[in-house]
């Protein structure tokens, strides 16, 4: 702390209160908060020799050199609910701030996910270790990081580095001190919503866009850098507005921009409120002010004679109106033209969201116009590029650079942050738009179809629209539509995720959900728009049934509460909506959308993104049910992107059927075909599966695709014979998730598998009717069993009947006793090497032989010492001895010496090894004990840190 805080005169006791504020802090999600708070700002300390209130650094951010990284591994952590063993704990200045949990992948079945249960139990079983620790990483072949949230979750990522292939030697470079540093410092964040209560930690991406933003601006001030603009094409759902505030809270701490004034611009009602609101969530420090009117807007421009005020604010763009601007110029004139103005100043940087829309006409030319100094950023997933607006040559400097940081469609789904999107056309003949009018909508340049058209186009495309309007809201057409929607609904939605409806305005949405509700109960659909005077019938009817449901309510509170409750509630289950809703809103649970309006280009895309949030592996993909056949004009609808850039946006749902047999083939092929389900056919494959890591991780990651795709398809796409293939492919897995111990990774498996895999539920339960009782081969432990059932079965059979359960009973369940630990470090290696296939069956039955002669001679030496009175801690310094210097009486007899004498002092009572000034005075026996066998410094210590640690585990 001393190093850290050169400046400041600390005390001993200065040093021992800041170390007891940290210890006081409670293991809560609120202790947490204050920690993180402290490890951004420093701690608060009135120093006892001049009484000043300062604030005492416990991490260095500006210097990351200057703090001490160490990492430690297998270090016990206890509480009153037990006591845990993280593999790896990372320390920064004496602090445990990142965990790691590593899982072997040679282990039957084992993953990243299962390092990541592991993480979520010790969070439960020591919490006081979690208000520091910030974020954990589960690591298999794979790694992933996620937060650490006391009382609540967080989701998983994956940290990339461009030329790094190898995740781990990714995640290792996060954890570099400038890295991780950073993220502790400008990326980690407390959210809170409505009770929910999690930490926000940046994805790779948004890590490197915020910071490609701070690096112009930082080279620009510093006269480096020429360009003051940049343009972040990031595809939906990726996380854009999470990234404007990572780069605004790192340039707004920044001594270097002096208090700037930072603006998140946006172009709708809804899109301001979502960015108020996440601000509202997350613990910044920094309350952004939302402007609320132009009024307010002139006086935040002319505070402090013209400066303007300092601060984060969010603004709509219709706000820079040209008076603004003119009363602005009139205020600025009656000052020196030299003197600092909002108009000249450098630290005033503005964030656009969505910068394709509205960033070309007057109001843009206006803000440009009044902020001509200032940085501008935009934020998109969908750029445009058309005469007069031209999203590359408003933020970018094409051709040398047309985007400052882009991650679209391909990354996103590669990195599962977002999922596909697939597309099928539904009734096509009978409801779809007819051919004129579909190339019409086409060839218009209105973005939609707008209600009040007809007073602002003209002739033939009026009449054209007015065509489409008609059709497209005609009440029996929307009667056949809701009744085919309800159908799928209740087939393959309800109960697992949610949808949308999106009508073609808002009477045909008043009209979808009366017939709606003849099909399923009316609590199941909410519509979700706007209300006015002079509605067209039956919108004003039912405006009044929805003011008397939501009484007391304006329409506002009814449209949030309704989001609100389908985000977090069983109900509802479906929105129905024409306009809002299509761009900004993020649900993860909303996985169909039933499409019955017009949209294309950027506004198709933007729609259809709603549903590609991942949900838990149950959610595989989006789904659009296209009844206007608009997807079908994809390549035109599409025309502004290059290929690459929208390769994967949409797959037809045939594409899924091809997937789906193609992987079906593969597994089938790779198990050497199908069989009868019997415990003979069943037993063959598993076998075949445990002998063979490459196949068995093969067959495991590739079934649970498969049945992803077959929960999303159902069994109606495909002939008997595939389902029957499948069924025997889901017994497989089934089978050998039981009889190897694998475990899916959801805790609660039956109602996890109920909810999202029922077909699959459905068809083990039908096929398998295998009696699958804990019915596994007999296991003695003895080497004469071992080779008469060798010569009964043969070689092969042997090893297959004495591995498997010997890796189930033995391995798994004591695995961290440390009397077993060499001797189970050498059965994993002898395991690992057969199913890798590195040695032949010959040599790993023979050292199997070997391995479980010294299990047997353990276990034999452990039940002679318990007869002797001497319990587990004896036995095991015993055996670490015996492994040392050998076997013998004598030895013996010395630890059943040096034990009588400590449990006469009473050091013995039970849980001793857990306190740790009883265990110093027990070693300190032990250490005498080894000084007069007359054994070497270093081994003596050798030695004694092995026991320490052992007895600590037992």
Same mark, same amino acid.
């Given at each position: 702390m001393r190093r850290l805080n050169p400046t400041l005169e600390l005390s001993e006791e200065d040093l021992n209160r800041v170390i007891s504020e940290l210890h006081a802090l409670p293991a809560s999600f609120e202790g947490s908060k204050l920690f993180l708070r402290y490890l951004k700002d420093g701690l608060p300390l009135k120093l006892e020799k001049t009484k000043e209130l300062r604030y005492v650094k416990i991490l260095d951010q500006e210097n990351p050199e200057n703090n001490e990284f160490l990492i430690s591994d297998q270090v016990w952590f206890e509480s009153s609910r037990g006591r845990i063993r993280p593999d790896l704990v990372l320390y920064v200045n004496g602090i445990p701030l990142v965990l790691i949990e590593c899982k072997n992948p040679a282990e039957p079945g084992v993953s990243w996910k299962t390092a990541y249960q592991q993480v979520k139990r010790y969070e439960e079983t020591v919490p006081e270790l979690?208000?520091?620790?910030?974020?954990? *990483?589960?690591?298999?072949?794979?790694?992933?990081?996620?937060?650490?949230?006391?009382?609540?979750?967080?989701?998983?990522?994956?940290?990339?580095?461009?030329? *790094?292939?190898?995740?781990?030697?990714?995640?290792?470079?996060?954890?570099?001190?400038?890295?991780?540093?950073?993220?502790?410092?400008?990326?980690?964040?407390?959210?809170?919503?409505?009770?929910?209560?999690? %930490?926000?930690?940046?994805?790779?991406?948004? !890590?490197?866009?915020?910071?490609?933003?701070?690096?112009?601006?930082?080279?620009?001030?510093?006269?480096?850098? =020429?360009?003051?603009?940049?343009?972040?094409?990031?595809?939906?759902?990726?996380? =854009?507005?999470?990234?404007?505030?990572?780069?605004?809270?790192?340039?707004?701490?920044?001594?270097?921009?002096?208090?700037?004034? *930072?603006?998140?611009?946006?172009?709708?009602?809804?899109?301001?409120?979502?960015? @108020?609101?996440?601000?509202?969530?997350?613990?910044?420090?920094?309350?952004?002010?939302?402007?609320?009117?132009?009024?307010?807007?002139?006086?935040?421009?002319?505070?402090?004679?013209?400066?303007?005020?300092?601060?984060?604010?969010i603004v709509l763009i219709h706000k820079f109106r040209e008076e603004v601007g003119d009363e602005l110029e009139a205020s600025l004139a009656l000052t020196r033209a030299e003197r600092e103005t909002i108009s000249n100043r450098r630290n005033v940087v503005v964030l656009i969201d969505e910068g394709h829309r509205t960033q070309y006409g007057k109001l843009a030319g206006e803000m440009r116009k009044i902020l001509r100094k200032a940085f501008f950023f935009a934020f998109t997933g969908t750029p445009i590029s058309k005469t007069g607006r031209d999203t590359y040559l408003t933020f970018s400097y094409p051709p040398e650079e047309l985007y400052l940081h882009k991650y679209f469609i391909?990354?996103?789904?590669?990195?599962?942050s977002t999922l596909p999107i697939v597309i099928q056309t539904r009734m096509e003949k009978e409801v779809g738009?007819?051919?004129?009018?579909?190339?019409?909508?086409?060839?218009?340049?209105?973005?939609?179809?707008?209600?009040?058209?007809?007073?602002?186009?003209?002739? %033939? *495309?009026?009449?054209?629209?007015?065509?489409?309007?008609?059709?497209?809201?005609?009440?029996?057409?929307?009667?056949?539509?809701?009744?085919?929607?309800?159908?799928?609904?209740?087939?393959?939605?309800?109960? @697992?995720?949610?949808?949308m409806v999106v009508a073609a305005n808002r009477r045909a949405c008043v009209l979808y959900k009366r017939e709606l509700d003849k099909h399923l109960p009316?609590? !199941?659909?909410?519509?979700?728009?706007?209300?006015?005077?002079?509605?067209?019938?039956?919108?004003?009817?039912?405006?009044?049934?929805?003011?008397?449901?939501?009484?007391?309510?304006?329409?506002?509170?009814?449209?949030?509460?309704?989001?609100?409750?389908? %985000?977090?509630? $069983?109900?509802?289950?479906?929105?129905?909506?024409?306009? #809002?809703?299509?761009?900004?809103?993020?649900?993860?649970?909303?996985?169909? #959308?039933?499409?019955?309006?017009?949209l294309k280009e950027h506004r198709l895309l933007q729609a259809i993104a709603r549903t590609n949030r991942p949900c838990g592996e149950g959610k595989t993909c989006g789904l659009?049910?296209?009844?206007?056949? &608009?997807?079908?004009?994809?390549? =035109?609808?599409f025309s502004l992107y290059a290929k690459q850039d929208i390769k994967y946006a949409v797959i037809d749902l045939e594409e899924k059927v091809r $997937?789906? @047999?193609?992987?079906?083939?593969?597994?089938?092929?790779?198990?050497?075909?199908?069989? %009868?389900?019997?415990?003979?056919?069943?037993?063959?494959?598993?076998?075949?599966?445990?002998?063979?890591?490459?196949?068995?991780?093969?067959?495991?990651?590739?079934?649970?695709?498969?049945?992803?795709?077959?929960?999303?398809?159902?069994?109606?796409?495909?002939?008997?014979?595939?389902?029957?293939?499948?069924?025997?492919?889901?017994?497989? !897995?089934?089978?050998?998730?039981?009889?190897?111990?694998?475990?899916?990774?959801?805790?609660?498996?039956?109602?996890? #598998?109920?909810?999202?895999?029922?077909?699959?539920?459905?068809? &083990?339960?039908?096929?398998?009717?295998?009696? #699958?009782?804990?019915?596994?081969? $007999?296991?003695r432990l003895e080497v004469e069993y071992l080779r008469k059932l060798a010569e009964k079965k043969g070689v092969s059979e042997a090893l297959y009947d004495a591995v498997i359960p010997l890796h189930r009973f033995v391995l798994v369940p004591r695995a961290k006793d440390p009397i077993y630990e060499p001797l189970i470090k050498k059965i994993?290696?002898?395991?690992?090497?057969? @199913?890798?296939?590195?040695?032949?069956?010959?040599?790993?039955?023979?050292?199997?032989?070997?391995?479980?002669?010294?299990?047997?001679?353990?276990?034999?030496?452990?039940?002679?010492?318990?007869?002797l009175g001497l319990g587990r801690e004896a036995f095991f310094i015993l055996s670490v001895l015996e492994r040392r210097l050998g076997r013998s009486e004598e030895l013996l007899q010395e630890i059943k010496d040096l034990w009588s004498g400590l449990a006469q002092t009473g050091k013995l009572f039970e849980g001793w090894n857990r306190k740790p000034s009883v265990l110093r005075e027990v070693m300190r026996e032990v250490r005498r004990y080894l000084r007069k066998k007359g054994l070497p410094m270093e081994e003596r210590e050798e030695i004694c840190d092995e026991i320490s640690k052992g007895l600590k585990g037992l």
């Open positions: 979690f208000k520091y620790v910030q974020f954990s *990483i589960a690591a298999e072949a794979q790694a992933v990081y996620f937060p650490n949230v006391l009382g609540g979750g967080g989701p998983c990522y994956v940290w990339k580095v461009e030329g *790094i292939e190898d995740p781990l030697n990714a995640v290792v470079e996060m954890l570099s001190k400038p890295v991780l540093t950073d993220i502790l410092v400008n990326f980690t964040f407390p959210r809170e919503e409505h009770g929910r209560q999690t %930490k926000v930690l940046p994805r790779y991406i948004q !890590y490197e866009a915020a910071n490609r933003i701070f690096r112009r601006v930082m080279e620009n001030l510093e006269g480096r850098e =020429k360009k003051d603009s940049g343009l972040i094409w990031h595809w939906q759902g990726s996380g =854009k507005t999470l990234t404007m505030i990572f780069a605004a809270y790192k340039l707004y701490r920044h001594p270097r921009l002096a208090n700037p004034t *930072i603006f998140f611009v946006v172009d709708r009602e809804e899109l301001e409120e979502q960015l @108020r609101n996440e601000f509202s969530y997350l613990d910044l420090g920094i309350k952004p002010e939302v402007i609320s009117s132009v009024r307010r807007l002139k006086e935040i421009l002319t505070h402090d004679e013209g400066r303007g005020q300092r601060g984060i604010f391909a990354d996103s789904i590669e990195d599962r738009l007819k051919r004129d009018l579909l190339q019409s909508f086409l060839d218009q340049e209105l973005e939609e179809i707008p209600e009040d058209f007809r007073e602002r186009v003209k002739g %033939k *495309i009026s009449t054209k629209l007015d065509e489409i309007v008609v059709f497209l809201t005609n009440p029996v057409r929307i009667e056949k539509i809701a009744r085919d929607i309800a159908e799928h609904f209740k087939q393959g939605v309800d109960g @697992r995720f949610k949808a009316p609590e !199941y659909s909410e519509v979700v728009m706007t209300f006015g005077m002079g509605d067209p019938d039956p919108i004003p009817a039912y405006h009044r049934e929805l003011r008397e449901r939501f009484a007391g309510k304006d329409d506002d509170e009814i449209r949030k509460e309704v989001i609100q409750r389908f %985000k977090e509630e $069983e109900l509802p289950k479906i929105l129905i909506v024409t306009d #809002m809703l299509l761009t900004g809103f993020d649900a993860p649970i909303l996985q169909v #959308m039933y499409l019955d309006k017009p659009i049910l296209d009844y206007v056949g &608009i997807m079908k004009e994809l390549e =035109k609808a $997937e789906f @047999r193609n992987l079906l083939r593969s597994l089938v092929g790779l198990l050497g075909g199908t069989g %009868k389900v019997d415990r003979p056919s069943l037993m063959s494959k598993v076998r075949l599966l445990f002998h063979d890591l490459d196949l068995e991780n093969t067959f495991l990651t590739n079934f649970k695709r498969l049945r992803g795709l077959y929960e999303f398809l159902g069994p109606r796409y495909f002939e008997k014979e595939e389902t029957e293939a499948y069924e025997f492919l889901a017994a497989v !897995y089934e089978f050998y998730r039981r009889y190897t111990g694998v475990r899916e990774e959801e805790p609660e498996l039956e109602s996890y #598998m109920a909810r999202y895999f029922p077909r699959t539920l459905q068809a &083990i339960q039908k096929t398998l009717k295998v009696e #699958m009782k804990e019915e596994f081969p $007999e296991l994993e290696r002898l395991v690992s090497e057969w @199913r890798s296939r590195k040695i032949e069956e010959k040599e790993a039955y023979q050292r199997l032989l070997e391995l479980v002669g010294e299990a047997s001679e353990l276990e034999k030496r452990e039940r002679e010492v318990e007869g």
